[in-house]
């Protein structure tokens, strides 16, 4: 009897997991009734007309940090989940910022405040209508005014938001903020809905359905988008949470993948079947040294690898080509924000040698280069550099470690010699640029500079566009002067889609547009 | 038998304690701080410091520690920190694919384990038989992970014949969910055929060499029923420890196949936990897996127990 008791225990124990599983599954996927209905009704549609639902599956190589997009920093995050979520404003592939909850704005003339006019006819995917009381929920959320702490540095200049009416809005700015129009493509999340943390809702063309650690992300389309124009071809979409580029591969090839972007060294395996496409993607990958050590705090040992390691030469044996070389700290595809005259550091290995006899190293010295394992892209252009720098009798030990350890090491105790890792750029150039100032607390390669501080701060107020422009050119003279870093390339963005798959679109950010995406049924 | 329950029990308790105060003292000297790993070099400052106070992050880790085992004796296993889910939720929605993983791949190597060891047992003597028993010493050395990937490059991207990964729910999908199992299976099965062939080959050759077979063949009883009545029993036997033993294994090694096969299980969520530095996640399998390896050989004892009528519970 006993050992009868035993057993059924023992059986129970292994049912709970799959007994919890249900619930979960129960959990997730209730919804409010009224949305129950509609997606009830929606799929006898569906299977009245006998379709399959058109789904486009693609590849992201990190797990969402989280899927609030107010508490979310990762690239490939916003690459998914800008698809559900929108701002005020928007951006199109070049960058420039575009209309969307907002028809239209303006800015008052001591740049203090900002109006908006909202668009009408915009429900959130729970059905709720868009208005003016959402927005301002919104940004009091961001900013800290609804008396909680502020989310979001971006919007620490707001003052006050004000709805004029249901449709015009009223932001009030303690100063002129220059960054606060890019600021606006924040997403604007619907006022009194608690459960953004588990079942996300926007306005965006695409509605979040789940997100499996480990696995994948899907979203379905949300059929009343209000922007004819953007309204999805797709019925589904799924992302797949792949780590590893031969797993990329290897999931295009046996066709659980429509499309992906791909590790360039790769083309050669899927180029006879798949169409590869390329273009910069606004990411530094640069070698950074600790300013704040020996021998790095000497500005000409920093010059010297300036002077040795050869950009091109990186390019084409770690990227297949596919990249553009840099001279700072900004992408060419930031287009007005780029200085393009900056030309210091021709190779040149004489003159390398002289730097560091002059700095006290005629022999060169020994250091490490710390990089990310799970990044083969910077662990390959580290064995270059490695390389490169025997040349000048500079013996680099290349120490890989864990992204966890990389992060805290590095990244947060600055305990380095030096690094390669890739800086995703942004659609504000204060925000790539910022990382250099002084007291900037992840300011990881220690540059201390004051002119710097004070061109950066100026520019943040300043309103006038050619003036601003002109003191981010100087900030990036001043990184290259100072050698703060070796600025490596930006890295192209190289896409991979399988016969059918059309409409991939590049932006200055990492964002997958998969409303644009169009498949041959 | 009340004694021997209790002394189970004490056992478990006892692994329990130590491998979360193991997990506890591996992640005091592993670098990384998950509010970083969750964030990256992307985050505004202002959103770390916001996520590490919200995830109790600033306070010393001795002290969080002792916030889980306190949550722990209420019954609450707490929540992820990477995900910001309950960890219980997590854990059991991935029960189903270890289980069936764990379950199909044993089956599988028993079904041909069983046969093909008599077989080679039967013909020791033959020289194609020893060939076969040091073929399974391949089966041995091969690493499961090895397999699974050589397995995918063959059946999905060559042939196309079944999908790498792409699980779906039993119940959303058997079909589907059975096919992307097919190759896991696979690879985690032999390496633990190719450990019973042999274990059973060689017991089974032990048993025929002893007295009471010498008897058996001295009544007049053919080879055949010495085999089935007598050797095949007394052989069996043994062979249920050490399944005890391999069922710990493939809990192991689907902590790689699961990977490779990117497989929704226990074995991938360990992978994850451990990347992400999630303390409650981790602490949480690393007792589940203990309570599981425990149990089985729980079980293996009891039905020991039921077949041996002559070895009792002590």
Known sequence: MKKIAIFMLVIMLLLVGCTTNQVENNSTTALPSEQTTAVADQQTADQATDQEPLTASTAISSELDNIDPWLSAAADTKAVMSNVFEGLLWYDTSGNIVPALAKSWQISDDGLTYSFALRENVTFHNGDQFDAADVVYSIEALAGLNGEEALSSRFSGVSSVEAVDQMTLKITLKEPDTAFLVACTEAILPVGYDRQTTQPIGTGPFKFESYEPGQKVVLVKNDNYWDEARLPQLDKVEFYIISDPTAVVNGLKSGQLDFADIDPKNIALLENEFEIVAAPQNMIQLLAMNNQRAPYDDVRVRQAFNYVINKEQIIKAVANSYGSALTSNMSPIMDVYYNGEINLYANDIDKAKTLLAEAGYPDGFNTTITVPANYQFHVDTAQVVANQLLQIGVKAEIKQVEWGVWLDEVYKQFNYDTTIIGLAGKLDPHQVLVRYQSDYKRNFMGFNDDEYDRLIAQASVENDMTKRVELYKQCQQILAEQATAVYIMDPNLVVAMRPGVAGFKFYPVRFLDMAAIRLDQ | ?314
Do not use: C
């Open chain 2, 1 to 314: 038998m009340i004694a021997f329950y209790s002394k189970k029990i004490i056992s478990l308790i006892t692994t329990i304690i130590l491998v979360s105060l193991i997990t506890f003292l591996v992640f005091q000297v592993l670098p990384g701080n998950p509010a970083y790993i969750i964030l990256g070099v992307e985050a505004d400052p202002l959103q770390i410091e916001a996520l590490e106070a919200k995830l109790n992050l600033d306070k010393p880790l001795i002290e969080r520690y002792l916030i889980w085992v306190g949550d722990l004796l209420r019954g609450d296993l707490g929540e992820s920190i990477r995900f910001q889910r309950p960890v219980a939720e997590m854990i059991g929605s991935r029960v189903e694919v270890t289980l069936l993983l764990t379950v199909l791949s044993l089956f599988l190597s028993i079904i041909i384990s069983i046969p093909l060891a008599i077989w080679l047992a039967l013909n020791s003597e033959k020289s194609w038989s020893k060939w076969v028993t040091a073929l399974s010493q391949v089966g041995l050395a091969v690493p499961s992970f090895w397999l699974a990937i050589i397995l995918i490059y063959i059946f999905s991207i060559a042939l196309h014949w079944l999908p790498a990964g792409q699980y779906e729910r039993l119940a959303d999908d058997p079909i589907k969910a059975l096919q992307s199992l097919i190759l896991p299976t696979i690879a985690l099965a032999i390496g633990i055929t190719a450990i019973l062939v042999r274990y059973l080959r060689n017991n089974l050759l032990d048993q025929m060499e002893s007295e009471y077979v010498r008897t058996a063949m001295s009544k007049g009883l053919n080879s055949h029923e010495i085999l089935y009545r007598h050797v095949l029993q007394n052989s069996l036997l043994p062979m249920l420890t050490i399944l005890g033993m391999i069922t710990a294994e493939i809990l192991g090694g689907s902590i790689v196949v699961e990977n490779v096969f990117a497989l929704p299980g226990i074995g991938n969520l360990i992978a994850i936990s451990i990347g992400s530095r999630d303390l409650p996640l981790i602490q949480a399998l690393v007792i589940y897996l203990a309570i599981v390896v425990v149990m089985i050989n729980f079980v293996v004892d009891i039905v020991y127990t039921v077949i041996d009528p002559r070895i009792r519970l002590r």
